[in-house]
């Protein structure tokens, strides 16, 4: 059997991974003015097929110019919030050639319940490629929150239900296009919405203020919360409870959890199921 091979499809330029520092609002310990690393990844979708038969370097796109424009233009500077920081970039990124640009921005050390930190991926189109000066249009506007640490009885097995054990949780929140990324203080707005998942009990206790709880961190907590005072007996139970919560109680339009069991087997690294929900799912019950 034959394969068939696309023609004139875009090629893909990256950079994987590019340190830097930034003040991007409060740190994990609310401490205002503090320099904070970011990591910073991007793929540019591009045609390559002229500098690939000339073996020109003048006919490439140049990806250590690219590093050089965002290293100089975020790092060492000052932002209200990593939104504020991404809200940033399409003045960057005006004169750059290509179609298409997926960028994530992650904060490692951004939150002190999530391990990998908090990251936003954002998509960019570009209205006329032809034309390098021409307005790119935001496609897409995610938010992550990375490897929620958290300790709770789960399993059916009756060893499992004997003693607490780590769990990890991953969420992705997907945003519309016009969100407001210039919003001040838009990181501790949604380190409330974290620590609210973090909060609740698995009988929902009430909000006393969305508008104070409404903030990413505070839905990690709610999360973790949620795990920590509740016994269930799978994952797919406790990933639906946390997407529940996140969008019966926040405005947040789509969801995808993902919760893993690092010590479930012996041989295998992790265990777990990945669910995406969106406001429609739970609007029954």
Same mark, same amino acid.
């Given at each position: 059997?034959?394969?068939?091979?696309?023609?004139?499809?875009?090629?893909?330029?990256?950079?994987?991974?590019?340190?830097?520092?930034?003040?991007?609002?409060? $740190?994990?310990?609310?401490?205002?003015?503090?320099?904070?690393?970011?990591?910073?990844?991007? @793929?540019?979708?591009?045609?390559?097929?002229?500098?690939?038969?000339?073996? $020109?370097?003048?006919?490439?796109?140049?990806?250590?110019?690219?590093?050089? $424009?965002?290293?100089?233009?975020?790092?060492?500077?000052?932002?209200?919030?990593?939104?504020?920081?991404? #809200?940033?970039?399409?003045?960057?990124?005006?004169?750059?050639?290509?179609?298409?640009? #997926?960028?994530?921005?992650?904060?490692?050390?951004?939150?002190?319940?999530?391990?990998?930190?908090?990251?936003?991926?954002?998509?960019?189109?570009?209205?006329?490629?032809?034309?390098?000066?021409?307005?790119?249009?935001?496609?897409?506007?995610?938010?992550?929150?990375?490897?929620? @640490?958290?300790?709770?009885?789960?399993?059916?097995?009756?060893?499992?239900?004997?003693?607490?054990?780590?769990?990890?949780?991953?969420?992705?929140?997907?945003?519309?296009?016009?969100?407001? /990324?210039?919003?001040?203080?838009?990181?501790?707005?949604?380190?409330? /919405?974290?620590?609210?998942?973090?909060?609740?009990?698995?009988?929902?206790?009430?909000?006393?203020?969305?508008? @104070?709880?409404?903030?990413?961190?505070?839905?990690?907590?709610?999360?973790?919360?949620?795990?920590?005072?509740? #016994?269930?007996?799978?994952?797919?139970? /406790?990933?639906?409870?946390?997407?529940?919560? #996140?969008?019966?109680?926040?405005?947040? @339009?789509?969801?995808?959890?993902?919760?893993?069991?690092?010590?479930?087997?012996?041989?295998? $690294?992790?265990?777990?199921?990945?669910?995406?929900?969106?406001?429609?799912?739970?609007?029954?019950?």
């Amino acid at each position: 059997m034959s394969l068939i091979c696309p023609t004139r499809e875009l090629d893909t330029i990256y950079l994987r991974n590019l340190h830097l520092s930034s003040i991007i609002g409060p $740190d994990a310990w609310h401490r205002p003015s503090k320099l904070q690393p970011i990591i910073v990844s991007l @793929q540019l979708q591009i045609h390559t097929e002229a500098a690939g038969a000339a073996d $020109d370097i003048h006919q490439t796109t140049s990806y250590g110019k690219i590093c050089k $424009d965002i290293t100089t233009d975020l790092n060492g500077k000052v932002f209200d919030s990593l939104e504020h920081l991404a #809200s940033d970039l399409p003045k960057l990124i005006g004169p750059w050639a290509g179609e298409t640009l #997926s960028l994530q921005i992650s904060a490692p050390k951004g939150m002190l319940r999530a391990g990998g930190g908090v990251a936003v991926e954002v998509s960019w189109r570009k209205t006329d490629p032809t034309d390098y000066y021409r307005e790119w249009n935001m496609q897409s506007y995610e938010w992550m929150v990375k490897d929620i @640490q958290i300790a709770c009885i789960i399993g059916v097995n009756a060893h499992e239900r004997l003693e607490k054990q780590t769990v990890k949780v991953n969420m992705r929140i997907s945003e519309s296009n016009n969100m407001n /990324l210039h919003a001040k203080g838009g990181t501790e707005h949604w380190q409330s /919405l974290v620590k609210r998942v973090c909060e609740v009990s698995i009988s929902f206790f009430s909000i006393t203020s969305l508008a @104070q709880e409404l903030c990413l961190g505070n839905l990690a907590q709610t999360s973790s919360k949620v795990t920590e005072t509740s #016994s269930f007996e799978t994952l797919e139970a /406790l990933a639906s409870m946390i997407a529940r919560t #996140s969008l019966n109680e926040f405005p947040v @339009q789509c969801i995808t959890i993902s919760v893993e069991k690092p010590s479930a087997m012996a041989f295998v $690294d992790g265990a777990g199921v990945e669910i995406t929900r969106n406001r429609t799912s739970f609007a029954s019950g």
